[in-house]
């Protein structure tokens, strides 16, 4: 019944070091793999086939919200085959879907008898114009949904998880990392899931500032 669910919102946000470019922090976010990696509770990731998305539900699907800011697919060389449907390359008819993977957690924080220690979720990456987009769907119905961006910016002043300019602390363009997270659930369950996002965020955002720092000027 909807008026036992509800609706949590949380953002954070963290300064990218001075010098990497947004390619680089864009093609950080594009690599899946390093991406769940930064979850401090995985145990395990497995793929899930594309043919095997339709035994998942709901099956995986890229909402209308997002499709507005899915990343531009390569255009097809000059001289491409023409696909069944007359689109040279078959662009257009291939549908944009979720990249899926099986994810395994252990969890100590939740109170016992809400959920066993490992906590077997659904990820759902989709990669956007400025990141990725990333659905989780886990037990008990909790859904979140996360809009993860790189954000050019105009000061040096350091974001919300105070990620090191590597400078002298001059004012001047840089990047940052944005993760817009909607939850929703139980309303009995959202103050433990928002409260193990203010948990772990400044972790995950630190493995990827690390990774584009190690980077330099690649």
Known sequence: MSFLNTTATVTH???FPRGRTRAQAIAMLSDHQFFLSCDPHMTKSE??????HATLTPPPAVPDYVKTELRARPQPQS????????EAGGEAAA??????????????????????????SIFELT???????V?????????????WRVREVAGAEE????GDDDDDGEAGPGLELVED?????????????KGQCETDWEGIHGKMVARLDGEGGK
């Open 13 to 15: 946000t963290t300064r």
């Open 47 to 52: 793929l899930i086939p594309q043919a095997e």
């Open 79 to 86: 001289g491409s085959e023409p696909s069944q449907d007359g």
């Open 95 to 120: 549908e944009t879907v979720p990249e899926c993977y099986r994810v395994t957690d252990i969890v100590h924080a939740i109170p016992a008898g809400i959920w066993d220690t490992n906590v077997v």
């Open 127 to 133: 990669d956007i114009e400025d990141g990725l987009f």
């Open 135 to 147: 659905r989780i769907r886990s037990p008990l119905s909790i859904v979140m949904e996360t809009f």
């Open 159 to 162: 974001g919300e998880g105070g």
């Open 181 to 193: 997270v909607t939850i929703r659930c139980s309303r009995l369950l959202v103050g433990i899931v």
